[in-house]
């Protein structure tokens, strides 16, 4: 479904991605590991088009859409929980909900998404007039994934989703991961959390300096014993006791 070869991403003389390539298919979920400052973030950037790629392809469905412009990315089946949430919050749930949708032409479609979201976050149906500002931690974090879920996508990235949570919102996050897998959706996801995210994942990629150096199933992973020593960073909350 998603093919990354060979992506460099510059921002200005520092080279931030040295020739990253991954993969992820249909109804998997991918994991995106390693310590702050490895270019996880910058991956995403490179693949929404947030950023554009100095080098590399991007393909989704086997269109390559390295250099297009974020919105039709979005469009074209793709959507971003961008990290730390980023939502309008001066702006309704309601509002911000509408504003993830706004790029579809499917109003009709958009509609049953809207429901769809509800249903998997209720506590957003009862804040729908409030200002998302106003939410909490966790209930934010349920609002970034529905606004993201708004547009429709078939490959939803997330970008460190627990990050400023509670471990048990942190569970709760994952389990919804999960639940977003079972119903057909394919997740990409960024994590510094690395051995929470193996335990579900179908595969992950580990990133450090800009570049993979390993890669394996979820479980291949977690047996390994030296991966905070070697690639995490003694600092990442993976390798915390």
């Not at 991403?9 to 979920?29: F, K, T």
């Not at 919050?89 to 706004?102: Q, T, Y």
């Not at 409030?130 to 078939?154: F, T, V």
């Not at 394919?186 to 300096?209: C, K």
């Amino acid at each position: 479904m998603l093919e990354v070869d060979g992506l460099v991403v510059r921002y200005g003389g520092i080279e931030a991605l040295h020739g990253v390539s991954l993969r992820v298919a249909a109804g998997e979920i991918v994991g995106l590991l390693g310590p702050n400052g490895a270019g996880k973030s910058s991956t995403l950037a490179g693949i929404m088009g947030l950023v554009k790629p100095a080098a590399g392809h991007v393909r989704f469905e086997g269109a390559d859409i390295a250099g297009h412009s974020t919105e039709s990315i979005v469009r074209g089946g793709l959507s971003l929980v961008p990290e730390r949430r980023r939502l309008f919050g001066h702006l309704s749930v309601s509002d911000n909900l509408l504003l993830g949708g706004a790029a579809r032409k499917d109003k009709a479609a958009a509609k049953r998404d809207r429901e769809r979201v509800m249903d998997l976050f209720p506590v957003l149906r009862e804040r729908l007039d409030q200002a998302a500002g106003l939410l909490s931690g966790g209930e934010a974090q349920q609002l970034a994934i529905a606004r993201a879920l708004m547009s429709g996508p078939r490959l939803l990235l997330l970008d460190e989703p627990s990050l400023g949570l509670a471990p048990l919102l942190v569970d709760k996050v994952f389990d919804l991961v999960r639940t977003l897998r079972d119903e057909g959706l394919t997740i990409f996801i960024v994590e510094q959390n690395a051995y929470q995210v193996l335990e579900f994942a179908d595969r992950a990629y580990i990133l450090r300096n800009g570049a993979v150096v390993d890669q394996g199933s979820g479980a291949e992973l977690l047996e390994r014993e030296d991966l905070c020593a070697q690639y995490m960073g003694s600092s990442a909350p993976a390798c915390q006791t």
